[in-house]
């Protein structure tokens, strides 16, 4: 008696490959489905990430001016406190009056670097923290949306 190769494909005797193909055809669906509404929500979050991005770097933007501004102001009381200083020493009539004006200048100028030094970490604290917000916001949403699935 000769053996009958079968088909790795073929179903069974007296089994309806249609219900087999029915269920197939159900659950790709069910998995298409499934993928657009995955998809549809991807866009909706990373379209959210994007306009928090986009107040992200306008807060930046806006931080970076305040702080170049903080600069320049900075520079511009250190030059003019350093011009008045040197109209005081063009009129030094004596050694002790140099040594009290370079030391009151000095003690000044030390003030302004520690008033300088605080305003300024004051605002790179409050630009980081203000950059850091909204990336924050972004990211806690989309594991939200993510885990409601």
């Known amino acids: 008696m000769a053996k ?5 494909f073929e179903f069974p005797q007296g089994v309806d490959p249609s219900k087999y193909l029915e269920q197939l ?6 998995g298409l489905s499934k993928a657009k509404e995955t998809y549809e929500q991807a ?5 959210e990430a994007q306009k928090e991005a986009e107040a992200g770097l306008s807060t930046m933007q806006s931080n970076s001016a305040k702080i ?3 600069t320049l102001n900075s520079a511009r009381s250190n030059t003019e406190a ?18 009290e004006l370079q030391t009151s200048f000095l003690r000044n100028q030390a003030e302004m670097a ?6 300024m970490q004051e605002l790179y604290s409050t630009a980081a923290t203000q950059a850091a917000e909204p990336v ?12 409601a699935k």
């Open 136 to 147: 924050k916001k972004a990211a806690e949403k989309a594991m939200d949306a993510f885990k």
């Open 43 to 47: 866009q909706a979050v990373f379209a």
């Open 114 to 119: 520690v008033d300088t030094a605080k305003s």
């Open 68 to 70: 170049s501004l903080a």
């Open 25 to 30: 055809k159900t659950m790709a669906e069910e």
């Open 82 to 99: 350093t011009f008045a200083h040197m109209e005081k020493l063009v009129g030094v009539k004596s050694i002790s009056e140099f040594m």
């Open 4 to 8: 009958k190769d079968k088909s790795t």
